[in-house]
């Protein structure tokens, strides 16, 4: 099946510092990445989605200059949190969309959790 | 807003025995229904699907059914094992107005298996 890799799996920051977040897929190319966050017993939240090569969509009060996301190719996007600060702690995970015809499924990556000091 | 949300935020079951989790949407417009797992430190892994022109869909151990005339949408687990343990998220996905299709996810009902 389609693998979807994210890296780090973990970091902790100190408050202030920026953070970068790498989704990857694997084995297929992905025309479309979409970006969740989850807080700890809660449910995945998208935050923004991101389509090779054009900017990213971000979801309602998601701050876009705090995360910015860049999708420079079909097997990569990154995620980064700049001026981390300790409310955006929290387990990121990316899931990436099958560019193929009439595919819908979306695999997802193991997550990242981040925690900032 | 628009919402997909879960009745049960925990369900304890014997193992062996079946489970059941419940999922409302109240979105009709969603055409496309898929139940995740997810344990814990981990993202979400795929358990079975289901389209809107479907009301009955069977995998191995699983079977998603789907009542769009209460939007509701429920996950069978045969004989539960211990390591069905976790927590089942339904997602439902929207076309959106530029082609994508992003998930929205249920709150999640957490499954403990008692041996």
């Known amino acids: 099946g389609a693998v979807v890799s994210q890296h780090p799996s973990w970091v902790i920051c100190k408050s202030g510092t920026s953070v970068k977040i790498e989704c990857r897929s694997l084995?297929?190319?992905?025309?479309?990445m979409f970006w969740y966050r989850q807080f700890p017993k809660q449910s995945l939240m998208l935050m923004a989605t991101?389509?090779?090569?054009?900017?990213?969509?971000?979801e309602q009060g998601v701050e876009k200059d705090k995360f910015l996301i860049n999708h420079a190719s079909l097997t990569l996007s990154t995620l980064t949190v700049t001026s981390a600060h300790p409310e955006d702690s929290s387990f990121y995970i990316c899931?990436?969309?099958?560019?193929?015809?009439?595919?819908?499924?979306?695999?997802f990556g193991p997550g990242t959790r981040l925690t900032v000091l | 807003g628009e919402s997909v949300g879960l009745h049960l935020p925990t369900l304890s079951v014997q193992e062996g025995d079946n489970s059941i989790i419940n999922c409302a949407y109240s979105?009709?417009?969603?055409?496309?229904f898929i139940w995740y797992k997810q344990e814990s430190g981990k993202g979400p892994q795929f358990i079975i699907d289901?389209?809107?022109?479907?009301d009955k869909r069977q995998g191995q151990r699983v079977t998603v059914l789907l009542n769009k005339t209460v939007k509701h949408l429920s996950l069978q687990i045969a004989a539960t094992q211990p390591g069905d343990s976790a927590v089942y998220f339904c997602?439902?996905?929207?076309?959106?107005?530029?082609?994508?299709?992003?998930?929205?996810f249920g709150s999640g009902t957490r499954l403990q298996v008692q041996p």
């Open positions: 289901i389209r809107s022109n479907m």
């Open positions: 997602a439902e996905n929207l076309a959106l107005d530029t082609g994508r299709r992003a998930l929205t």
């Open positions: 899931s990436a969309r099958d560019g193929r015809a009439g595919r819908d499924e979306q695999f």
């Open positions: 979105n009709s417009a969603s055409d496309y």
């Open positions: 991101s389509n090779e090569g054009s900017k990213a969509t971000y």
């Open positions: 084995d297929f190319q992905a025309t479309t």
